[in-house]
Each structure stands twice: as structure tokens, then as C-alpha cells.
């Protein structure tokens, strides 16, 4: 999505000290800046773990792979990186608790998840600290509930054959 | 690095006006508040500025799309978009289909562009999966998402050339448009939302005789192209409405995520069917449009041109289309042609569980991404090990582009907010999901 | 013909026939494009399925000028406000036409976010089924339409339901009565 100058300084390929190193270098510059962090594969795509200090893009949640050295929460916060100069992809996934569900906002650093990150919010809930606009985007102002939440219905119309009363 | 700290300042000193109104609302920087129709209008002329509402119902706004203007007379100050009415709840609606049954939620994302939504979910199942599609079912999908990138752009030709006042471009547009919507009703079925990109393959095989039809359809749609060009591009008119007009450089894309025909006009030739080809795009000749200006008549021209691109494309896939099989030939997967399922009773209990239950997919999480007519779209998927994806989410790249209006269209006039919405030609289907 | 003793430059005719004739040959229809069908709605306007022969090519912007309001599309909570908001701007005779089967009955989206058919909202006259329905479809609502509209059908329904349907009641005058 947009290019990382602030985050790749100028060509360390970093190892870090841990059990094996980290094949693909951007991911290892990430994992040594932000110590706990963890590294795994997905289908021929790296993706980092790290801290709640990371911030994100969409969430999900509900049950899924688990990846060894992450305390799994309620909500995933996935943020994915696309770095034009060095044509690659990078994801990072942070494990935000339904109790406190709150992550700093990426919008100093890019203005571009000003949108997205509203649209989390919107739709689950989950509050970025540092947003300038914290507010509905999708559904009206005053809707109650985050829909896209598992334990918020999808409040489906029974199907109903003629002659039957209406549902409404 | 400086530039980028620049950037942000500006933004911040935007984003600061924004901070205490509530997502519908617009509160003006100035002191007092005039809305247009009511009211006394003020004597002074220091500039109280007024704030007027454009949408959700308007015609030159590409669907329900509202924005809420701050004026100072006819100069714009500030367009702050409000995105939401035509909000579906695809992906919660995603999350309760099978994969079998996914495109066809998926496709009425971008509804201008369908294959590209079907396409993108079809590559994440597969991803998750781990199968290969065969040859001839890649090229048929170039083939098909080829041909509606041509028809997507023909429909910003013709809502692009009314929204500016060349109305006989709607005609000239549709016109053209129709060409290609027979095509995919001589292939798939249907004109729109077509659900032919499945995962493992597509629906079916292409019909005798697609491609003397496919080679008619490119060359009235060339011929149209150039009739565009040759009514739009050197005309004063057009020139005065739109060279100057919303330019946005590529910084400040890149830092909003904007992708797509509006990144290309700002001097970036980034496009994924040339970065990360996800089809046999290496295998095919063709060119990356761009510009270098970053404003209206850019954007206009280069999706003229990838009209033009599209067209070569398709005609090398109707001369180098592979022979084979149009789907994976996996019984889990594929359902049995029809005709097997009056012989064999696996194939009737094939057909059966695949079409209720649908096939489990193993438990991973993936993001594809691919290069739609209006940027990247990409697919995040999380499977859990059953029958239907955890989450499903669709990155829009309207949704993103969308962002870009207010570096556009702050310091221009009203009359170019329409240019400007229109030449970054939003779907609010994928905008809203 | 009328009157015998007059035997050239004289038509007469029932004055609600004419009055019928005029309603139905020149319906001016409301941009009310929403997502998908709005395209092919379009399309329906475009030279190949033209509707300017039926005379309805004017898609006039703004509701007071506009006789008819194609729902075009799936109507989200948010919308709805707006589309009641349009549909009561639009000045009597009016007629809408729910196009597709997410203004019709919710279509495919059966969840908490669209409504579920736009007759919840707004009076329909015709539904056209499809997703999208082509234009022939489309047209073929359009001019079950102007029928209902040639046998006067629609007045006195009106009649009937002083509310216009939809079981809201606004408090308007039931509509003309027509013999």
C-alpha cells in the first residue's frame, strides 16, 4: 500500500537473536526494532506478530491457525505492507483483547488509514488512538452494535411463502 | 524525508478542523455558518464561508456518494466525502456463504468490473488451498478481466465526458459498452455479475466461435476509442475543464495507499500486472500507461489508452489460448459435468454435497492483491478448516482512492469537484461493500 | 367519431383518456441509481435499448421534476431516510418502479444492513425481478406501467388506500376519484 521510509533504514540486513534466521530481510529489520515480535510464513508471504504498539488495518476474530510465541486474543488488527521500491509484501499482526480494545492509530505516519481505520471502528469496535476522526463511517450515526462483530447477528428475514403473514 | 514531514503537517492542520464533528457533519473554520437556501446572507464580505451538500442523490455523483462542500463563493475550501449509503454487509454476508457460493457476493462489489472481484477471491481460495489452475483456465481469466477493464473504462468515457458537459458521450460510451456486455453473455451467461471466475477454474468453456466474436468486439471498441479521442482530446473545451484540474502528485498518493489510473497520471508507473503478475500477463505484450501531471485530463487519457491495451491483450489470448481443461480436475472441488450425473451416482453425490455444503478449505490466512480497472483490489482471507471463511475482507481500491478527494479538490472550484469525483472514478459498491 | 354535423377538424374523446395518454407517453423518471442496476438502467437509456422512443429519456436530477423513481439497486439503512426523502419531494402523479431484486425484496443481502424490499419504505407499482434485470426486462416493467397507467388502475388504488400503501399514514388527501 505505500512505500516505508521510516521503518527500513539504509540495507541492514539484521539477524536476530533468536532460535533461526529470519529468511527474509525486511521482516528481520521489523522483528529486531520491536523486540517480542515474532516471524512466521503464510503461503510464501512473511508475517510479523508484534506488540500492541503496531497498529493495523482490519480485524478479525474467532478461532484460527495458531502460530507459536503468540498469546492469540479476541481480535487480530492486520496491517499489510506493500513496498514499491523493493516490489514486496509485508504483513503485521497484532492480537488487540476484547477487554481493552484499543491500538494506536497509523495516521500521523500515513494518512492514508485515516479511512480504514474508521471503518474498524465502525464495524468492530475497536478504537485507534491518535485518530482525528473517530467516528461511523459506514453505518448510520446512531446505529448501535459493531455488525461484523461474531456475537452481532446478521439479522436475516426468515424466508417466508405466500399466504404466510408477513414477517415485518 | 523533509517532503514527507510537509505532507503531514498539512494534513494535520486539516485533520485538526475535523476533530469535534461527527461523521455527517461538516462545521466550518470561519466564524458564522450560512446555509444555502436559508437564512439572511450576511453584509460583509470577509468570506463566511458556506457549507452545501452534494449527494447521496445527484446525478454526477457515480452513485451515493455524498459530499459536503465548505464554499468561499464558488471556491472550494474543503470537500469532506461521506461514504456509507450504499454500505451492504458483503463481508458479513461473505462470512455465512460457502467458497462455492462466494463469488457470487463478491462480484456485485465493483460492479462495473465484475471478473475483477471474482477473480481476486477465486486466487485467495486457491492460495489457501494450494491447487494450481490449469493453462487454459489463467489465459480464459486474463481473457475475461481483459475485457472488463475495457468495459469499465468505456463507463468512465461515458460518465466522465457527461459529468463534464459532453453528454453525447454517454450515448458513445453505452454504445461500445454494449459490445462487450454481449460478449460476456455469448461466454458466461449473463451481461453483469457474471459469477464465471470460480475457484479451481471458471464456469464453463468458451462456445464455438468466441473468437471471431471477441475479434469483432476489440475492433468496434478500437474504433470507438479513437472516435473519443478524436472528439475529446484537443478540444478546447474539454482542455479548459480538465488539464490543471485536481492534480495530486505521487507522494501524496503513496502516503493515502491510492493505487491504480490515478497513481500511473502522477509519473509512477506501478501496476501489478507488470510487478507481481498473478496471470500470464509475462507472457502477453503490452504496455504500462502513464503521465506525468497528476490531474484530470491525465487520468482521462490513460484510461483511454488502456482501452486500447486491453485490446491488444485480448487479441494475443484469443491467438496463443491454450488447449485443456477449464477448471482443476479435483472431484472435491470441480462439480461433475451435468451430463455424468444422470450416469454415475458419485457424480450425483459429488454434485450434491458441493453445491449445499460446499469443500473445506485448510485452516491459513492469505492476501492476494491484483490490478482492477480502478487499482489494487485485494482479498484477505481467514479460513478456519470448514466450509466457510472466517473472514473475508475485499481492500477496495475506491475505498482508498476515495481518500484522495481532498488534496484534489481543496482550492478548486465547484464546478471541478464534479470533474475531480469523476475522474477518480469511484465504485461505491467496493467503497461501501 | 362526435358530431355528425361537423364532419372535419373535430376529435373528441374522453378527457381522462387524454389525460391518461399524456401521464403514460411522457413519464419523467428520477435518477435514483443506487449500484448495479443503475447500470443497466443506463443501458436501458443508451441508444441500443433507447427509451427515449417511449419518452422517457430525460432522467431529470431533481425529484419535483421527475414523475417516476427507479429504485436501481440495494437501499442500505443509511439510504433509506433519503430515498422516503426524494420519493415525498417528487410531485403527484408519481409512480416507482423497484428495479431488481435487492429494491424488490432485499435480494441476495438478507442481513442488517439493506432493507428488506423498498416497499418498506415507498409505495411500489412495479416490481422487475432480476439481478440485474436486462434492459428488456426493465422495459417490459416500464411498460406494464404505462398499461396500468392507460386503464387508470393506479387512481383507484390510490383511492383505496388513502396512505398511497407502504401502511404509513401521513395525513394526505386520498387522491382525484375517477369514473
Known amino acids: 500500500m505505500a512505500d516505508d521510509p521510516a521503518r527500513e533504514p539504509d540495507h541492514e540486513s539484521a539477524e536476530t537473536e533468536g532460535p533461526a534466521p529470519i529468511a527474509d530481510e525486511v521482516a528481520a529489520v521489523v522483528v529486531e526494532r520491536f523486540p517480542g515480535s515474532v516471524f512466521a510464513e503464510s503461503h510464501g508471504q512473511p508475517v510479523v506478530y508484534v506488540d500492541r504498539s503496531v497498529v493495523v488495518d482490519h480485524l478479525l476474530d474467532g478461532t484460527r491457525r495458531r502460530v507459536d510465541g503468540v498469546e492469540p486474543e479476541r481480535f487480530e488488527v492486520v496491517m499489510n505492507f506493500l513496498s514499491h521500491a523493493r516490489n514486496r509484501r509485508l504483513r503485521i499482526v497484532c492480537q488487540v483483547p476484547e477487554s481493552d480494545p484499543t491500538i494506536a492509530s497509523l495516521v500521523p505516519v500515513y494518512p492514508g488509514a485515516n479511512f480504514p481505520e474508521r471503518e474498524s471502528y465502525d464495524l468492530f469496535g475497536i478504537t485507534f488512538e491518535g485518530h482525528p476522526d473517530m467516528t461511523r463511517i459506514l453505518m448510520p450515526d446512531d446505529w448501535h452494535g459493531f455488525p461484523l462483530r461474531k456475537d452481532d447477528a446478521a439479522a436475516r428475514v426468515p424466508v417466508t411463502f405466500k399466504g404466510d403473514p408477513s414477517p415485518r | 524525508m523533509s517532503d514527507m514531514t510537509h505532507a503531514s503537517e498539512r494534513e494535520e492542520t486539516r485533520l485538526e478542523r475535523q476533530t469535534d464533528e461527527g461523521a455527517q457533519q461538516l462545521r466550518p473554520i470561519t466564524r458564522e455558518m450560512v446555509i444555502a437556501g436559508g437564512g439572511m446572507w450576511p453584509q460583509d464580505d470577509l468570506g463566511d464561508t458556506m457549507i452545501i451538500n452534494m449527494g447521496p442523490q445527484h446525478p454526477s455523483t457515480h452513485g451515493v456518494l455524498r459530499l459536503m462542500m465548505e464554499l468561499d463563493g464558488e471556491d472550494v475550501l474543503r470537500i469532506k466525502p461521506v461514504i456509507g449509503y450504499l454500505h451492504t454487509g458483503m463481508e458479513k454476508t461473505g462470512e455465512e456463504l460457502t467458497y462455492v457460493q462466494g463469488t457470487t457476493n463478491v462480484t456485485r462489489m465493483d460492479y462495473a468490473s465484475n471478473f475483477a472481484n471474482e477473480l481476486v477471491y477465486s486466487l485467495a481460495v486457491e492460495r489457501l488451498l494450494d491447487v494450481d489452475v490449469p493453462e487454459r483456465a489463467r489465459w480464459i481469466r486474463m481473457m475475461m478481466c481483459e475485457l472488463s477493464r475495457m468495459a469499465s473504462h468505456l463507463l468512465f468515457q461515458a460518465t466522465n465526458g457527461m459529468d463534464i458537459g459532453a453528454v453525447s458521450m454517454m450515448l458513445y460510451g453505452w454504445r461500445e459498452r454494449e459490445e462487450v456486455l454481449r460478449i460476456f453473455e455469448f461466454i458466461t451467461g449473463l451481461r453483469m455479475n457474471c459469477n464465471y471466475i470460480r475457484p479451481g477454474g471458471v464456469a464453463a468453456d468458451l462456445p464455438d466461435g468466441w473468437q471471431q466474436r471477441i475479434l469483432d468486439a476489440c475492433d468496434t471498441v478500437c474504433a470507438g476509442v479513437a472516435e473519443y479521442d ?113 450416469e454415475s451416482m458419485e457424480a450425483l453425490i459429488h454434485h450434491f454435497k458441493l453445491f449445499t455444503e460446499g469443500f473445506k478449505v485448510p485452516a491459513g490466512e492469505t492476501y492476494v492483491a491484483i490490478e482492477s480497472p480502478r487499482g489494487e483490489i485485494g482479498c484477505y482471507m481467514v479460513s478456519d478448516g470448514s466450509g466457510k471463511p472466517v473472514r473475508m475482507h475485499i481492500r477496495g481500491p475506491s475505498f482508498y482512492n476515495l481518500q484522495s478527494i481532498d488534496p484534489m479538490g481543496s482550492d478548486s472550484l465547484v464546478a471541478d469537484a464534479v470533474a475531480i469525483v469523476s475522474s477518480i ?9 | 367519431m362526435g358530431l355528425d354535423q361537423v364532419p372535419h377538424n373535430f376529435v373528441t374523446a374522453r378527457l381522462e383518456d387524454l389525460v391518461r395518454w ?158
Open chain 2, 425 to 433: 472514478d469511484p465504485i461505491m459498491g467496493e467503497v461501501d461493500r
Open chain 2, 230 to 342: 478524436e472528439l475529446l482530446s484537443q478540444n478546447p473545451i474539454w482542455l479548459e475543464r480538465t488539464v490543471g484540474i485536481g492534480v495530486i502528485t505521487t507522494e501524496e498518493c503513496l502516503e493515502r495507499s491510492i493505487t491504480g489510473p490515478i497513481l500511473r497520471s502522477t509519473g509512477f508507473p506501478w501496476d501489478l500486472r507488470k510487478a507481481q503478475p498473478y496471470l500470464p500477463y509475462d507472457e502477453v505484450d503490452f504496455d504500462v500507461i502513464y503521465t506525468s501531471n497528476g490531474d484530470v485530463y491525465d487520468r482521462y487519457r490513460i484510461r483511454l489508452y488502456e482501452i486500447l491495451e486491453s485490446a491488444k491483450i485480448v487479441r494475443q489470448c484469443v491467438e496463443k489460448m491454450p488447449d485443456g481443461d477449464f477448471r482443476v480436475q479435483d472431484k472435491k472441488l470441480t462439480p461433475p459435468p451435468r451430463a455424468r450425473i444422470d
Open chain 3, 22 to 179: 399524456g401521464r403514460r407517453n411522457s413519464v419523467f423518471p428520477a435518477t435514483f441509481g443506487l449500484a448495479c442496476c443503475a447500470l443497466e438502467m443506463m443501458a436501458t437509456g443508451a441508444a441500443h435499448y433507447d427509451l427515449a422512443r417511449f419518452g422517457m429519456e430525460v432522467f431529470r436530477a431533481s425529484p419535483r421534476q421527475a414523475d417516476l423513481m427507479i429504485v436501481a439497486g440495494r437501499v442500505s439503512q443509511k439510504m433509506a431516510p433519503v430515498l422516503r426523502q426524494v420519493y415525498d419531494q417528487m410531485v403527484e402523479p408519481k409512480w416507482v418502479i423497484s428495479m431488481g431484486v435487492c429494491a424488490s425484496s432485499g435480494g441476495m443481502f438478507n442481513n442488517y444492513a439493506i432493507v428488506q424490499g423498498v416497499d418498506q419504505v415507498v409505495p411500489v407499482d412495479v416490481y422487475v425481478p432480476g439481478c440485474p434485470p436486462g434492459p428488456e426486462t426493465l422495459m417490459h416493467g416500464i411498460l406494464t406501467l404505462h398499461e396500468q397507467i392507460r386503464t387508470g388502475e393506479l387512481l383507484r388504488r390510490r383511492e383505496a388506500s388513502p396512505t398511497g400503501g407502504a401502511g404509513i399514514d401521513l395525513g394526505r388527501e386520498p387522491a382525484l376519484t375517477t369514473s
